[in-house]
């Protein structure tokens, strides 16, 4: 009996996928850098996607039916994958869920000023510039902060982004 191309690309997608997505967390998890490793697990499992995916449907199928297969796969696994990086860093980077979380913890409530303390601080904006710079989006130039030419590509797809949506100056 043979299984349908697209029945076998969406299942080769999503299975792969769950298991990037259990090896990205326990990399994370056991201390791996972040996104060097999103990216190495990522390959590696939309590496497993293609191959799985071109396999089962060769196994019945012509070149024609195994290209298509192959491109539904690859196509579900990348929509996967972009629904995940922003929930990601949501969790990760998110003022907002981190101030729920220390809420949270400190028994569902803080003053003001200890607020203000912990997410207006200096010690926010050194985190901030560390992630960039380790980005390579930025690079100190004596007492001062230059974007890179990564970084300006970063800013100018962002800056369209914001004109495309209305959203005006500010972060």
Not at 51 to 70: D, E, K, M, N, S
């Amino acid at each position: 009996m043979t299984s349908s191309p697209a029945l076998v690309a969406l299942v080769a997608a999503t299975a792969w996928f769950l298991v990037f997505f259990f090896v990205h967390v326990g990399g994370v998890r056991a201390g791996f850098e972040n996104a060097r490793w999103l990216l190495i697990s990522y390959a590696a499992s939309f590496l497993g996607t293609l191959v799985t995916a071109i396999v089962l449907t060769a196994w019945y199928h012509g070149v024609q039916t195994i290209l298509l297969a192959a491109t539904m796969a690859a196509l579900t696994s990348a929509c996967l994958f972009a629904l995940y990086v922003p929930a990601l860093y949501t969790v990760l980077t998110s003022l907002s869920v981190q101030n729920m979380m220390l809420l949270r913890r400190r028994g569902g409530a803080l003053s003001e000023a200890e607020l203000y303390n912990r997410f207006a601080s200096c010690k926010i904006m050194e985190q901030r510039l560390a992630t960039l710079l380790g980005s390579g989006y930025v690079a100190p130039e004596g007492p001062f902060y230059r974007l890179t030419p990564r970084g300006r590509m970063i800013a100018k797809f962002f800056r369209l982004v914001k004109i495309l949506w209305n959203l005006g100056p500010g972060g």
